[in-house]
């Protein structure tokens, strides 16, 4: 008989319960849950489309976008020139195509410069008495008090235009969200016990702030990153459509919606396929980054 | 004695991604009128879960009530639709519930006041004024101090054990048949919990309702229930009047949880406590066995082969889903 | 309660303050120098000028004083009313500014109004009807609204039902007083693209604001007391889920105005949001100054409003 003698005692033989469970892994419940909806997926496939064409553009733009062939300017879409041409002939196509790299190279230095600014002011916000604190987040409040469109206004039509002002400009707008964000979860991350451990063992703040609280910023960080540079790309369309930013004849979305309107009786594409290709790319990038926050914490929804 | 309450077969599965989660699996259960009823097991055997199914507040995508009865009133209650006017009206007004978490289970936003008169306006249709009256006479009667004044308070500004009252008090506001405790105690101290299963106990002498209590603390069944049920993942595996189950317990999980339980005046036998070896069990695609076999210390070679026992007799009211005769060995 | 307003109201104070001062800075520390682009123009373009010429326009400017002294005296003139003179307009800011405001506010207001009502709603309609397909069509849609260009969706929609259909005119503004009907036609277009992004917005955050809501403990109360689900969405939900949409106010106002910078250019509506985009690309300082400090200012006063009805909305913080 299998039943030993004392009541309690443990059993003897193992049954399928004790079999080894496949060990369950956050990074796959991660990647499980980012690929388990539609909308992320579709976001990462047009972020990746995205990325090819702007990293192999010049093989894949049938013309060169400076070129001018004023015989066949205004010329509708057909095969020669798959969206046509503009009012000097040169071909809508590769003009988007370049217009991608452009776009895609503001995003990310300008996210990433205004995410690694914000995000150590907002740490040191976080983690500094009072004065400092209030300082910065006062001066953050008063940022955040403009529209961001209307400070990279600003600061781009003081600076003048030229890659390097937009790129400031745009870091300027971005930059308060990012210390607003980063500093309330770092604050909320501070109220943990484990925090409050480490204290006490005596650790430095400069080290409870680099190895307890900025890992567990990461996943928001991450996210506000992937949305955010559908903002800026947004936004520097909406700068160049009002003239600002790049100076001509560098080909950029947003001035190509503009010198379209001109003309959007005859040749409507001018201006559809630039503002096409703007949304296509902020849809992706937001549609990833929601993906992820859901993926990663979906606490966070509402605050990123 | 008649049955107030039937609960029959009821199975109760969640998706998730991992796979079907039998929370409740073929539990069958009675409420008497005017009786104290016990249900107890450990964390995660289902018995929060077959309340709120009987009371069909099951959240449904993920969870989903796939079969069995709950008659009451010569009614089966999940025939009714879960967000319909039959079964709002059978809530509160017929049967009542209390939760866990007293600190989150008032809406922060809304007074003391409004709280409990919408039940008493909902189900007894009284006007503002009455129902005002009435909600003040209630927080006295749970014992709320100053009840004139701190009615049109809001649940932030009241402790826990307060707000636990106030809870019992809307429960109760409109005399339900039955009142189900979802583990009342467990979020307050112990002094509070006395006195909140005191305050239960008049409650319902004094409005004849019956009351299932729902818990891990077998203490409080002890002291207050008349028959008790034990469940053990998903099922149910004991069942009897109090005393019974107490003094003689048949079912080996019983056997062994008692064991671990310290008792008072308890001087001579075994000093030690026993606890149950091994953990519960993932109720993941749960075998067709019992789910009590891997830690079970009485087991057969039947255990292994055939699904698990259905619940046989074995005394007075006394029932054990289980086909060891564990008499023999004690 | 009165002492949290009272800590809003300085709170508020300071962030305007601050507000100024950022303001300030940015329009002198920026390179560039407004007198000399004035000086060129009025000298049809020559890069040679006076420096005779150009000293007496920075003393009427009271550009040749010190910085903190400008700071005051521009403070202390704005509290007389004076908010200085146009460099491209030779008018006053003041009758530049009061002439477009009232534009810009009745486009502002309307939008408001209609992004915060049909979000509300539909991210509402969202929740409850979680799963089904009007709640997957109102959320894409939502998502797509919050990554349309503005200028792009106006684009489209002139072509659409300006050029194409002819139902509304292509651009201009009427004074609602003058002409009921053909200010309505000439607005909905300008007022639905400025509009967009905030209608978007709000009705994701309605939705997961209520979803979020609906998964508390006390909503399960609620049903267990046996509420009815009307009574149940509107009074415990609702009130609840309200909260962080009315923080996000002040962003749907910011969102307004910065849309307006654009609307307005491409509309052709002579608002407060086109003279500014006219006078920061033509560096004209003092509209740029007042304008900007205008807008701001509003944005401020929002944020104060609404963290002071959020005490109202949630006891809890009432006390605080």
């Given at each position: 008989m299998a039943y030993s003698s004392l009541p309690g005692a443990p059993p003897d033989e193992a049954t399928e319960w004790d079999k080894p469970v496949k060990k369950y892994s956050e990074f796959r419940r991660t990647v499980s849950v980012f690929f388990g909806r539609p909308l992320p997926i579709v976001g990462l496939i047009i972020i990746s489309f995205f990325i090819i064409i702007t990293i192999f553009g010049p093989w894949i733009a049938p013309y060169d976008p400076l070129e001018m062939d004023v015989m066949n300017s205004l010329a509708h879409p057909s095969s020669a020139h798959l969206l046509g041409t503009d009012e000097i002939g040169r071909d809508t196509l590769s003009r988007l195509i370049y217009g991608a790299r452009t776009s895609l190279f503001i995003g990310i230095v300008v996210i990433s410069v205004s995410v690694a600014i914000g995000v150590f002011l907002g740490l040191v916000a976080a983690n500094s008495s009072s004065v400092p604190h209030h300082i910065i987040m006062r001066i953050t409040d008063g940022l955040m008090a403009f529209p961001s469109i209307l400070l990279a206004l600003l600061v781009a039509g003081l600076l003048g235009g030229g890659l390097q002002n937009i790129i400031i400009a745009l870091t300027v707008g971005m930059i308060a969200p990012v210390i607003r964000i980063t500093c309330a979860m770092a604050l909320s991350v501070k109220e943990n016990d484990y925090v409050l451990a480490a204290r006490t063992i005596g650790t430095s703040k400069m080290r409870i702030m680099l190895s307890e609280i900025l890992p567990n910023c990461f996943a928001p960080i991450l996210v506000m990153m992937t949305m955010g540079i559908g903002s800026v790309i947004l936004a520097e369309a909406g700068l160049s459509f009002l003239g600002v930013g790049i100076t001509p004849p560098t080909p950029v979305w947003g001035r190509m919606v503009n010198d379209g309107y001109k003309f959007l009786l005859t040749n409507p594409e001018l201006s559809f396929a630039p503002g096409l290709a703007v949304m296509l790319v902020v849809f992706g990038f937001n549609m990833m980054g929601d993906g992820l926050r859901d993926a990663l914490d979906p606490r966070l929804r509402g605050v990123v | 004695m008649n049955t107030l309450l039937q609960v029959e077969n009821l199975k109760t599965y969640f998706r998730t991604y991992r796979g079907i989660v039998k929370a409740v699996d073929d539990v069958s259960f009675h409420v008497n009128d005017k009786e104290i009823i016990g249900l107890v097991g450990e964390s995660g055997c289902g018995k929060s879960v077959t309340m709120l199914s009987v009371m069909q507040l099951i959240t449904t995508p993920p969870g989903k009530i796939v079969g069995g009865k709950v008659i009451f009133e010569g009614q089966d209650l999940l025939q009714y639709k879960a967000k319909g006017d039959q079964m709002s009206s059978i809530r509160g007004g017929k049967i009542a519930m209390i939760f866990q978490e007293p600190m989150t289970s008032l809406n922060p936003v809304l007074t003391i006041c409004r709280q409990l008169t919408e039940t008493l306006e909902c189900h007894l249709n009284m006007d503002s004024h009455t129902s005002r009256l009435r909600a003040i006479e209630l927080l006295k009667l749970v014992g709320i101090p100053e009840a004139e004044n701190r009615i049109d308070a809001?649940?932030?500004?009241?402790?826990?054990?307060?707000?636990?009252?106030?809870?019992?008090?809307?429960?109760?506001?409109?005399?339900?048949?039955?009142?189900?405790?979802?583990?009342?105690?467990?979020?307050?101290?112990?002094?509070?919990?006395?006195?909140?299963?005191?305050?239960?106990?008049?409650?319902?002498?004094?409005?004849?309702?019956?009351?299932?209590?729902?818990?891990?603390?077998?203490?409080?069944?002890?002291?207050?229930?008349?028959?008790?049920?034990?469940?053990?993942?998903?099922?149910?595996?004991?069942?009897?009047?109090?005393?019974?189950?107490?003094?003689?317990?048949?079912?080996?999980?019983?056997?062994?949880?008692?064991?671990?339980?310290?008792?008072?005046?308890?001087?001579?036998?075994?000093?030690?406590?026993?606890?149950?070896?091994?953990?519960?069990?993932?109720?993941?695609?749960?075998?067709?066995?019992?789910?009590?076999?891997p830690r079970c210390a009485y087991k057969i070679e039947k255990c292994k082969t055939e699904p698990v026992s259905a619940l046989r007799e074995v005394g007075n009211q006394h029932y054990i889903s289980c086909f060891v005769d564990t008499q023999e060995k004690r | 309660m009165a002492g949290y307003i009272i800590r809003r109201l300085f709170m508020g104070l300071v962030v305007i303050i601050v507000v100024t001062v950022l303001v300030f800075l940015l329009i002198r520390l920026l390179p560039g120098d407004p007198l000399l682009v004035y000086l060129t123009q009025q000298q049809y373009r020559e890069t040679v000028y006076d420096p005779a010429q150009l000293a007496q326009l920075q003393q009427r400017f009271g550009l040749d004083k010190p910085l903190p002294v400008q700071y005051i005296s521009w403070i202390a003139d704005m509290f007389h009313g004076d908010f200085g003179e146009s460099i491209t307009f030779q008018q006053p800011v003041s009758k530049l500014i009061s002439q477009r405001m009232p534009v810009t506010l009745y486009l502002s207001v309307i939008g408001a109004i209609f992004a915060t009502v049909v979000g509300i709603g539909f991210g509402i309609i969202c929740a409850l009807r979680r799963g089904t397909w009007l709640d997957t069509v109102l959320t894409f849609l939502a998502n797509i609204g919050i990554t349309v260009p503005s200028f792009w969706a106006a684009i489209l929609l002139i072509y659409l039902f300006g050029l194409k259909l002819h139902w509304v005119p292509i651009g201009g503004y009427t004074s609602p007083f003058e002409n009921f009907w053909l200010s309505t036609r000439q607005i909905v277009l300008p007022v639905f693209c400025m509009a967009l992004f905030g209608l978007a917005a709000n009705t994701r955050l309605t939705r997961s604001c209520m979803l979020e809501v609906i998964a508390q403990d006390y909503i399960r109360t609620a049903w267990a007391k046996g509420l009815k689900e009307r009574v149940i969405v509107f009074r415990h939900t609702i009130k609840n889920g309200l909260i962080p949409i009315i923080a996000n106010m002040g962003f749907l106002v910011a969102g307004l105005f910065g849309g307006s910078v654009i609307i307005e250019t491409l509309f052709n509506i002579p608002g407060v949001g086109r003279l500014l985009t006219t006078a920061i690309l033509g560096q004209d300082f003092m509209i740029v100054q007042t304008g900007t400090l205008l807008f701001v200012g509003l944005i401020t006063i929002t944020n104060i409003a609404v963290d002071i009805s959020y005490g109202w909305l949630d006891p809890r913080i009432r006390y605080d």
């Open positions: - | 809001y649940p932030h500004q009241f402790s826990g054990g307060m707000r636990q009252r106030v809870m019992i008090a809307m429960a109760l506001s409109c005399s339900p048949k039955i009142l189900i405790a979802d583990e009342p105690t467990t979020a307050v101290d112990v002094t509070t919990q006395a006195q909140l299963l005191d305050i239960m106990k008049e409650m319902v002498d004094q409005h004849h309702t019956s009351l299932i209590i729902v818990t891990h603390n077998l203490g409080v069944v002890a002291r207050y229930a008349q028959r008790i049920y034990v469940m053990y993942a998903g099922r149910i595996v004991e069942s009897g009047l109090s005393d019974d189950i107490f003094e003689n317990p048949r079912h080996p999980y019983t056997i062994g949880l008692l064991k671990c339980v310290p008792r008072l005046g308890e001087t001579t036998g075994k000093k030690k406590l026993v606890p149950i070896k091994g953990v519960p069990p993932r109720l993941i695609d749960m075998p067709e066995h019992c789910p009590f076999l | -």
